[in-house]
């Protein structure tokens, strides 16, 4: 995906909505389905980011379409893949849960190594315990169900590394959220100096967020709202105005 370094690693949301548009638009007069279905994809993932929630699903819902009518498995879990992260980070839990236990699915009926399960997994778990903290946080099987979908992204991205700043970053939520704090502390240092080294402004902001909420829910809240805020301003500099507003948010409301 010709966005994706733009992205993730520089921070530059609509320099790669850009770049990824123009290709996409080649792809599809050129009729190569398969590669077209995982740009659809992209774009409509950086638009939702963006706040551009229409075109964003109209690129989805695309994106499936082909997917699905051509057999590809790959395609399909590529778009639900980044509709549920996109729906993660605007506050749609119930909807990203959903999204993202259907490409979860995926992965196991069809064992596929896909790099970009890096993000599906530990989305997959930060949406859930998202839930479990809005259902009041005391049903310890989800939370034990949460720490095994954590522990498969670290296993994940032990060898395929772009994504291990997020798998630790879900890690590191759940564990802060079961109450083991050593541990909780240690991989999200880990998650912040592996975003650090890759100049991963995405990855920066989502260990910015989620140590934020993990803090508020401690009841640390001059922490957390300091770091609430430091993701809020990390997210608007990308461009990507709903998470903003989200953690600003959540911040406000652990003041």
């Not at 802060?176 to 909780?184: L, M, Q, V, Y």
């Not at 922490?223 to 990507?240: R, V, Y």
Request: positive net charge; proline residues 1%; charged residues 20%.
């Amino acid at each position: 995906m010709v966005g994706i370094s733009t992205y993730f690693f520089r921070g530059g949301l609509r320099a790669a909505v850009t770049s990824e548009e123009k290709v996409a638009d080649l792809v599809e007069r050129t009729g190569a389905h398969s590669y077209g279905t995982h740009l659809m994809a992209s774009v409509g993932h950086y638009r939702a980011l963006l706040g551009e929630a229409e075109i964003a699903a109209a690129r989805f819902a695309q994106s499936l379409r082909t997917a699905r009518s051509t057999k590809d498995q790959l395609g399909v879990l590529c778009a639900l893949t980044l509709r549920g992260h996109a729906e993660l980070l605007s506050g749609g839990i119930a909807a990203a849960v959903e999204t993202l236990s259907e490409a979860h699915a995926v992965i196991g009926a069809t064992g596929t190594k896909f790099w970009l399960n890096g993000v599906t997994i530990p989305a997959l778990a930060l949406a859930r315990l998202q839930r479990w903290r809005a259902n009041g946080a005391n049903h310890r099987a989800e939370l034990r169900a949460i720490g095994k979908i954590a522990a498969e992204g670290l296993a994940f991205t032990r060898s395929r590394r772009q994504f291990r700043c997020y798998a630790l970053t879900a890690a590191a939520a759940h564990a802060a959220a079961a109450g083991n704090a050593r541990r909780a502390r240690s991989l999200f240092e880990r998650a912040e100096e592996c975003g650090q080294s890759q100049r991963n402004a995405w990855g920066l902001a989502e260990v910015h967020l989620e140590l934020g909420r993990a803090l508020a829910a401690e009841g640390r809240q001059a922490q957390a709202i300091q770091l609430l805020d430091q993701a809020a301003i990390e997210l608007e500099a990308m461009g990507m105005a709903p998470a903003a507003a989200l953690a600003r948010e959540t911040a406000r409301a652990a003041r």
